[in-house]
């Protein structure tokens, strides 16, 4: 397997979003390397301690590669991009002290993804992995207080309404993808990434 060569071609801005494939895989050293930060995420599970693990997805000879991996706290991670590197996009993993899977980008992660330039971001919660694509149609920078305000309430209201974590993540992740033109995909780790909304 490797990554879809498309998608790298779409990353480095050499094809348009219509050419980019409604299903996406990577390669097993992508998906080894980052089911490797989630099972460290949860390594202390069992004691009720969990940490975000993340790192900077890199291109290099043609390859996307997971690169710097780093820790953070149960609550977050902060990755230091190099001066050098003109490329960012990221991926992180989103464990819960309590068990839960399936929780997808939160409005810090939107609001971050946007003002940072990434051209895709990358999130892990168990067997879920959830990706968000820059467009054309994203906005260079949105303030962080609003888009955390509109997760928290379209989460909230999918939940109350009984959905599951993940079926919650990917109504309000879809939403806020739609309101800030960020194409979005969803899938199981170690299969295909499938498209829920391009604009
Ligand atoms: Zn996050």
Known sequence: MTTTPALIAYLQGL?????????????????????????????????????????????????????????????????????TSSFVSSFHTHPDSQGYTGIGFSGADFA?????????????????????LRTEDTPVTVPVLKWRTRMNSLFEQAYR???????????ANRMISQDLGLAFYYGRMFRQLVEVYRP
Do not use: C, H, Y
């Open 112 to 132: 971050d993804m946007v003002n940072q330039g990434e051209r895709i971001s990358l999130v892990q919660s168990g067997r879920n992995l959830f990706a968000l």
């Open 15 to 83: 094809i348009p979003l219509d050419e980019l494939p409604d299903t996406l895989g990577f390669s097993n050293a992508m998906w080894q390397a980052m089911e490797n930060l989630w099972q460290r995420s949860i390594a202390n599970l069992d004691m009720g301690l969990v940490i975000e693990w993340g790192g900077l997805l890199e291109i290099s000879q043609g390859r996307l590669r997971l690169a710097r991996p780093v820790s953070g706290t149960a609550a977050g991670l902060r990755l230091i991009v190099p001066s």
């Open 161 to 171: 309404a009984r959905r599951s974590i993940l079926a919650a993540s990917l109504i």
